[in-house]
């Protein structure tokens, strides 16, 4: 866009403030003349889009929809489109359904990567609210549910675990073998990912993927 003279301004919205402030620093001082505007909020909070008065490419990539209930997704594409003027598009990223054991290997990976990150979330409640979960307690699994086309993942109690969070004075138990799911990823096909988009008024321009079909882009438009 740069290149092609076509950069004029770069709006983000971000939950995190010291993520927004790198942006910003590092594209503004790349880009000396960009018009950086940051929004400091969750994306799914109603959150009004910068530069209303310039046509603008909004991304939404990765599978991070995938992530998101039916309901909740359609609720979010649709505030989205609802900003959107005619000149406007819209860019969202789809994980694709695929091979069940590639699926599944990618979020159970020998490396212990998905593990670590989902275990985590443990370790972010002993801080936040002041617990005593011990996380050697719990392993992570994943698994496909291929009638709801998605990933759960879920924290699975080793034995039975007794534990405290003392900040907002709560006692929990979980009995050896019960699960907490963590994380919902859902897997889209093409036909999937378009009805998705229909129901927020969203209409495909444009739809590209990588050689093997896992992954695809889709450029909206409002009608």
């Known amino acids: 866009m740069h290149g092609a003279g076509r950069l004029e301004a770069y709006g983000a919205?971000?939950?995190?403030?010291p993520a927004l402030l790198e942006?910003?620093?590092?594209?503004t001082g790349r880009y000396p003349d960009l018009s950086f505007v940051g929004v400091l909020a969750d994306f799914e909070a109603a959150v009004a889009l910068p530069f209303e008065t310039l046509p603008r490419l909004i991304f939404f990539l990765g599978s991070t929809i995938g992530n998101l209930e039916n309901h909740d997704a359609v609720s979010f594409l649709t505030s989205v489109a609802r900003q959107m003027g005619p000149d406007d598009r819209f860019m969202v990223g789809f994980d694709l359904v695929k091979e069940t054991e590639v699926l599944v290997a990618a979020y159970n990976d020998a490396a212990g990567v998905t593990a670590e990150f989902s275990l985590n979330v443990l370790t972010v409640l002993n801080r936040e609210l002041d617990?005593?979960?011990r996380?050697?307690?719990?392993?992570?699994?994943?698994?496909?549910?291929?009638?709801?086309?998605r990933i759960e993942a879920y924290l699975i109690a080793e034995r039975d675990v007794d534990a405290?969070?003392?900040?907002?004075?709560?006692?929990?138990?979980?009995?050896?073998?019960?699960?907490i799911r963590?994380?919902?990823s859902h897997k889209y096909t093409r036909a999937t990912a378009e009805?998705?988009?229909a129901a927020a008024g969203l209409h495909v321009e444009?739809?590209?993927?990588?050689?093997?079909?896992?992954?695809?882009l889709a450029v909206t438009r409002t009608a």
């Open 13 to 17: 919205v971000e939950v995190s403030e």
């Open 23 to 27: 942006s910003a620093a590092d594209l």
């Open 131 to 133: 617990g005593d979960v």
């Open 135 to 149: 996380v050697a307690d719990f392993r992570h699994q994943s698994i496909w549910n291929a009638g709801m086309r």
């Open 164 to 179: 405290r969070f003392a900040a907002i004075d709560m006692d929990v138990h979980f009995d050896e073998g019960e699960a």
């Open 182 to 184: 963590t994380e919902l």
């Open 195 to 197: 009805g998705l988009l």
């Open 206 to 216: 444009a739809w590209e993927t990588d050689p093997r079909d896992w992954f695809a």
